[in-house]
């Protein structure tokens, strides 16, 4: 049986709830086999927000507390930003991260959260603004696993529907799924999206068909709890909508390498 979530964060997130401890003890609640934390790497004005010798020994006093129950991988949530290429590099490369999620979280140094990000744009030229950044991203940076939550943009903007039609971005993000497939990269389906009372798992079902038809394999399902309880939410749903588009695998990552498992395997133990 497998019970895989791959974006996990904790206390040693800014705004995680709950410590890796409490986690891993939901985990074995509901039968969790594998539990990736990804805490957040975002910059700020004081550094890096995460104490990484910490993290790292954290995460291995619990593998090694927890080994006969539960497999726990060392991840990270990379936030990133063009301009700290250099530093997000060195820090991946200087800890034995299993899993690297690349995320675009803030664009030009402006959070996408903030109502500043899509002032003075149409629903149309912001959305098509984060992708681009996307797209450059994946084009210059090659030291990640897989994309977290791709159109992340949908939960902030401020319009009658939110959602991203594909049509309408479709060079850009054929672009950006050409570029990661052919790095050997993989994405994310982030259900977290359900929870924000979305409508829809990150990224939406166009999306993943598209990736799909491209030549897409590798996908990671995470839940990107903030908090114990929602750890592997709504994953019925996630491996729903995979099987439905056709897919017959899902991934985690064990030294920055896919391990495939078969959806049917890892749906087992999910509880609706
Ligand atoms: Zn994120
Ligand atoms: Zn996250």
Redesign the pocket.
């Known amino acids: 049986m497998n019970m895989l979530d791959n ?1 996990v ?1 904790t206390t040693f ?1 800014r705004d995680g709830k709950d410590p890796m401890e409490k986690v891993i003890k939901r985990g074995l609640d509901i039968g969790v086999t594998h539990l990736t934390f ?1 805490d ?1 790497m975002e910059y700020n004005t004081d550094g890096f927000s995460i104490d990484f010798e910490k993290y790292c020994k954290s995460i291995e006093e619990l593998q090694w507390k927890y080994k006969n129950y539960i497999n726990i991988y060392t991840g990270i ?1 990379v936030g990133y930003q063009k301009h700290l290429k250099d530093e997000i590099n060195n820090i991946i490369n200087k800890y034995a991260f299993d899993f690297v ?1 690349c ?1 675009t979280h803030t664009v030009d140094k402006i959070n996408v959260p903030d109502t500043m990000f899509f002032e003075g744009y149409s629903k149309e030229e912001v959305y098509r603004k984060y992708f681009t950044s996307i797209l450059e991203t994946v084009s210059e940076f090659k030291n990640f696993d897989t994309y ?2 791709l159109d992340y943009i949908v939960r902030y903007g401020n319009y009658e529907n939110n959602k991203v039609i594909y049509k309408d971005y479709r060079d850009v993000l054929d672009a950006l799924l050409k570029t990661i497939i052919e790095s050997g990269k993989g994405i994310e389906l ?1 259900t ?1 999206g359900i929870r924000y009372n979305l409508e829809a798992m990150h990224p939406n079902k166009n999306i993943l068909q598209r990736y799909k038809e491209l030549g897409g394999e590798i996908i990671t399902v ?1 839940s ?1 709890s ?1 908090q114990a309880k929602d750890i592997c939410k709504d994953f019925y749903k996630a491996y729903d909508m995979l099987e439905f588009l056709d897919y017959k695998y899902v991934c985690m990552f064990k030294e920055r390498n896919p391990v495939y498992i078969s959806i049917e395997k890892s749906r087992e133990g999910i509880v609706a």
Do not use: A, V
């Open positions: 974006h964060h997130s990804t957040h949530e999620l995320s977290g939550h982030n977290s995470g990107d903030h």
